[in-house]
């Protein structure tokens, strides 16, 4: 794909992904640290960032299903 058949929609999405892209870097690298998680019988440790991404992604998984069913309940 060249620069010039981008079209604006195309570019901003482009901007964006970049943008997300280098705030997950920078995320990443300011939170390395290892954290203990108390999950009812289970305690993993991991890096603070890996738990940040696995909440967002349970989050994203969350609210997916949840607008799914409201969709199939009109």
Known sequence: ?????LTSRG?????VII???????VLALL???TVETNLLVWTPSMPRFV????TLAVGFVVGF???TMRRGHR
């Open 51 to 54: 738990l940040l991404l696995l």
């Open 65 to 67: 299903l949840t607008g």
């Open 31 to 33: 939170n390395r640290e």
């Open 11 to 15: 570019q901003v999405r482009l901007i």
């Open 1 to 5: 794909m060249s620069a010039e058949k």
């Open 19 to 25: 943008v997300l892209g280098v705030l997950a870097v």
